[in-house]
């Protein structure tokens, strides 16, 4: 069965630009296929202030794969590009964290669905109500855009303009 997924690419330490390009390159397989991109932000670090701003977009994809089978997947390509799970929020070269599979919630110890800290984050709002903003949360049940109109996240978010 096909899935619907958000993911929210993230990376503050190396080339993040091409990380993302090579990235989106690798998630396109027999099982993966890209359907929107969002545009690239430039985002304060959250979490852990004190380290350089990251770039973030945000991918909607069609899968084969299970929730489960995504995450490791994506994990796999983390410690592709040199992820270190060292210190929480810290500085990463990639993070890829998966926002929503299709309107599932999932509590495991190792993944839940929907992302609990999308209603607070400004670099995950943003992104996802430009390419999504009527995809309603299935816990909340708001769309991605009543969500960022009641976010409280005063972080920088900065789109670019790549030439």
């Known amino acids: 069965m096909e899935n619907t997924a958000y993911l929210l690419l993230g990376s503050n330490l190396g080339e993040s630009l091409r990380i993302f390009e090579e990235v989106k390159t690798r998630l396109v397989s027999e099982k993966v296929s890209l359907i929107k991109v969002s545009g ?8 852990l ?32 590009f040199g992820r270190q799970r060292i210190i929480k929020y810290g500085a990463r070269t990639l993070d890829i964290d998966i926002l929503y599979f299709n309107s599932e919630i999932i509590d495991s110890l190792i993944l839940t669905i929907p992302h609990p800290q999308i209603p607070f984050r400004r ?32 972080g920088k978010i900065q789109k670019l303009s790549l030439v």
């Not at 690239?40 to 979490?47: D, E, F, N, P, R």
């Not at 202030?49 to 299970?66: G, H, M, R, W």
């Not at 109500?129 to 991605?144: C, M, R, V, W, Y």
Request: net charge negative; aromatic share 12%; glycine share 2%.
């Open 40 to 47: 690239l932000y430039q985002t304060s670090a959250w979490g």
């Open 49 to 80: 202030e004190n380290q350089p701003a990251f770039l973030n977009q945000v991918l909607k994809i069609n899968t084969f794969f299970s929730a489960f089978e995504l995450l490791d997947f994506t994990q796999h390509l983390e410690d592709a």
């Open 123 to 154: 670099f995950t709002l943003v992104p996802l109500a430009e390419i999504s903003p009527d995809f309603i949360h299935p816990i909340l049940n708001k769309t991605q855009q009543q969500l960022l109109e009641v976010c409280l996240d005063s």
